[in-house]
């Protein structure tokens, strides 16, 4: 079962909301799957009786590490990753897929925090952001985005709720800078734990995530139900993320 979540990665990591598609090479196996080929996409870590781990796509795809560069990155279970990897046969031992491991990059991965009400400019910052790509999936509220970056502070990203609102499913996206200069603009992804929210019930509901932007108060409404693994949103713009800046943002 191929991840229909994905698109084409070049030279540079052109990342979009969901992934990238297959590369295609001369090289292949017995059960059509190349050696040569790869995909790169958003997946969680997932744990079994034992100790071990598996990593889950935001569709639902599961894959089992059975080669390649993973041991000893210490990954804790729910941890996002964006996972280079390479098909090695389909459907096995209840596993979607059994893949070599060629990269795997930890996500900031973060809960919804908590609303501290008049304090929350103060704490969370209002410093603003481009939203590149925002998606459910997975069970978290995934965000790429660019903001100005000058290399003296490490930045602080968080979602809460908003302060005084009857909706539940309504939160905001908060970025503080710490007077950090304006010397660069860089990309960063988040994904947000969603499981704090109300369940669902099988119902569908409106996401309302509110972002400042360097143009303004912009709002996405994006569907989320917490009784499925569904991707909604992502608007598969693609974009270069250096992974060794995803350091810099708490």
Not at 69 to 93: A, C, M, P
Not at 148 to 157: L, M, S
Request: net charge negative; hydrophobic share 35%.
């Amino acid at each position: 079962m191929l991840m229909k979540s994905m698109k084409k990665l070049s030279l540079l990591l052109m990342v979009g909301a969901i992934g990238i598609s297959l590369l295609f090479n001369s090289c292949s196996m017995d059960d059509g799957y190349s050696l040569n080929d790869y995909w790169l996409g958003v997946a969680t870590v997932e744990a079994l009786d034992g100790g071990n781990h598996y990593f889950k796509m935001d569709n639902g795809t599961t894959l089992w590490p059975a080669a390649g560069y993973y041991l000893g990155h210490n990954l804790e279970v729910g941890q996002r990753t964006w996972l280079n990897f390479t098909i090695l046969s389909d459907e096995k031992d209840g596993f979607d897929h059994y893949v070599k491991v060629n990269g795997v990059d930890p996500i900031l991965t973060k809960e919804i925090a908590e609303d501290k009400g008049e304090e929350n400019d103060s704490y969370y910052g209002t410093d603003p952001v481009t939203v590149k790509d925002i998606w459910v999936g997975g069970g978290y509220l995934n965000v790429i985005f660019k903001f100005n970056y000058g290399g003296t502070k490490k930045h602080f990203i968080n979602l809460l709720p908003v302060t005084g609102s009857e909706n539940a499913y309504e939160v905001e996206f908060r970025h503080h800078a710490y007077n950090d200069p304006s010397e660069a603009a860089v990309a960063g992804i988040v994904c947000f734990d969603l499981s704090s929210l109300p369940e669902t019930e099988g119902e569908t509901v409106k996401l309302k995530v509110h972002f400042k932007t360097f143009n303004g108060d912009k709002t996405f409404e994006l569907e989320y139900n917490s009784d499925k693994e569904t991707v909604t949103g992502g608007n598969s713009g693609n974009m270069s993320i250096d992974m060794n800046f995803f350091e810099t943002v708490n």
